[in-house]
């Protein structure tokens, strides 16, 4: 019997992961870089025993289905080639999310789940090895590894691509994120599909490969002169171009709701009374705010006017994977 636990926190990307040049290896067709998070975090304890006949996952207290439980699998088969270790494992996870509002993160998910099977097994892999592991449950579980500002170097193999801290700590300790939880209508189109359907449909993909690149190299430069302004501005752009890909796939989709609308158009109010703050959005409907810490009440008490509190949830920099005995 072999047993490991770990806690891994999720990570918002300022410059997106968005498409795949290998869908085995999941190697990305761009760099990205994320700010990981304190509030939001999974923690996993596999174990590995020679008495169990199949591989079983428990998320939250239930046994998943058969799908849920065949990715976790997937997982555990690379893992399984890569140690000695032949036996079925148990996964047990619960995932801390202030509420149930579709903030369960893949990228928290795989990450604890490749630091616990790094314990359990005694791999004793280096970071970046976890790194690269983690990124072959989902691509932006490599940069949950790490805490702070992190960059997802894209790299040609499954070797070189990785992702590693921005050395910014001081910095990171002045931000903010505000999360606007906004319900939705729509069925969901997980990232996996629609960055799919994105690469190989949209007319406006290959605009976005040649804007991340300057988009980092802004993002980059202003991390390192602390410039909030030009950071937030490159962001929220960023954001908006990755979602501009989604209008012209086919058949066409965005992951915009009325609500999300509502959210941006508040952050330009923000923005007008002299608020500085940026919006970002993922797969979903939330909207995330980049701000300064000492802006964040302000910015939430003029939300409340328009939102319900129990939607406003904030969140600071964050650490990376941490081992649990
Ligand atoms: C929009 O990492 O969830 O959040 O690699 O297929 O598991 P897979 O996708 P995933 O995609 C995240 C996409 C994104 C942008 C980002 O986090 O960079």
């Given at each position: 019997m072999h047993k490991g636990r770990a806690r891994a926190y999720t990570n918002i990307a300022l410059i997106k992961y968005w498409g795949k040049k290998d869908e085995t290896l999941i190697?990305?067709?761009n760099n990205s870089?994320?700010?990981?998070?304190?509030?939001?975090?999974?923690?996993?304890?596999?174990?590995f025993d020679e008495t169990y006949t199949q591989d079983s996952f428990y998320l939250d207290g239930e046994l998943q289905d058969a799908k849920a439980t065949s990715k976790v699998s997937q997982f555990l088969d690379i893992v399984r080639q890569l140690s000695e270790e032949?036996?079925?494992a148990q996964v047990t996870s619960k995932n801390f999310v202030p509420t149930a509002a579709g903030l369960a993160s893949s990228a928290s998910g795989l990450a604890a789940l490749a630091a616990a099977c790094n314990e359990a097994l005694d791999l004793q892999l280096s970071d970046r090895a976890l790194s690269r592991l983690a990124r072959r449950g989902s691509g932006s579980a490599c940069r949950s590894i790490f805490g702070g500002f992190v960059e997802?170097?894209?790299g040609t193999d499954d070797a070189s691509s990785y992702a590693q801290p921005l050395n910014s700590d001081?910095?990171?300790?002045?931000?903010?994120?505000l999360f606007?939880?906004?319900n939705d209508q729509q069925k969901d189109i997980s990232s996996r599909d629609g960055m799919k359907r994105t690469v190989e449909t949209s007319s406006f993909y290959p605009g976005w490969l040649e804007e991340v690149p300057k988009d980092l190299a802004i993002a980059k430069k202003a991390i390192s002169e602390k410039d909030f302004t030009t950071l937030g501005t490159v962001t929220e752009a960023n954001c908006l171009k990755m979602h501009g890909t989604t209008l012209a796939a086919v058949p066409p989709f965005t992951y915009w709701s009325p609500d999300s609308l509502k959210a941006m158009q508040a952050v330009r109010s923000l923005r007008s009374a002299g608020i500085e703050c940026y919006f970002t959005m993922d797969a979903g409907p939330n909207v995330k705010l980049l701000i300064e810490k000492k802006n964040l009440a302000q910015a939430q008490a003029y939300l409340e006017t328009l939102f319900d509190s129990a939607q406003l949830v904030s969140a600071f920099a964050g650490p990376g994977i941490e081992i649990l005995k």
């Open positions: 190697l990305p067709m870089l994320s700010l990981t998070l304190n509030a939001f975090y999974t923690e996993t304890e596999v174990i032949k036996s079925y997802w170097e894209q001081d910095w990171t300790d002045d931000l903010a994120m606007i939880l906004v």
